[in-house]
């Protein structure tokens, strides 16, 4: 009776086995495949964006660039510059 148990179980168990791990290979080439997707997109992005810079440096116009990408205010129009002119002594 407990060889018959064995005989049905053992090969069961070695389905159960062989199913799970290719759910997981599934699983696993899925996530490989979106994130190579996503990887192509950004580098795409990248790409245009390092084209896009280079226009700009040619330019000269690069805050423009910057305002665009980072929606925020450049570093000179947060602060305020404080100039200061030294009169050099005369002894």
């Known amino acids: 009776m407990l060889w018959i148990f064995f005989i049905v179980a053992v090969p069961f168990i070695f389905f159960l086995m062989y199913t799970r791990l290719s759910i997981q290979t599934a699983l696993l080439r899925r996530e490989i495949r979106t994130a190579a997707l996503k990887k192509d997109e950004l580098v795409r992005k990248n790409n245009a964006i390092k084209g896009e810079l280079a ?3 040619e330019k ?3 805050e423009s660039l910057y ?3 980072s ?3 450049p570093f000179y129009l947060r602060n ?3 100039r200061v002119e030294m009169v050099p002594e005369n002894d």
């Open 67 to 69: 305002l665009k990408k």
């Open 55 to 57: 226009e700009r440096l």
């Open 80 to 82: 305020k510059v404080v």
């Open 60 to 62: 000269g116009n690069i």
């Open 71 to 73: 929606g925020s205010l």
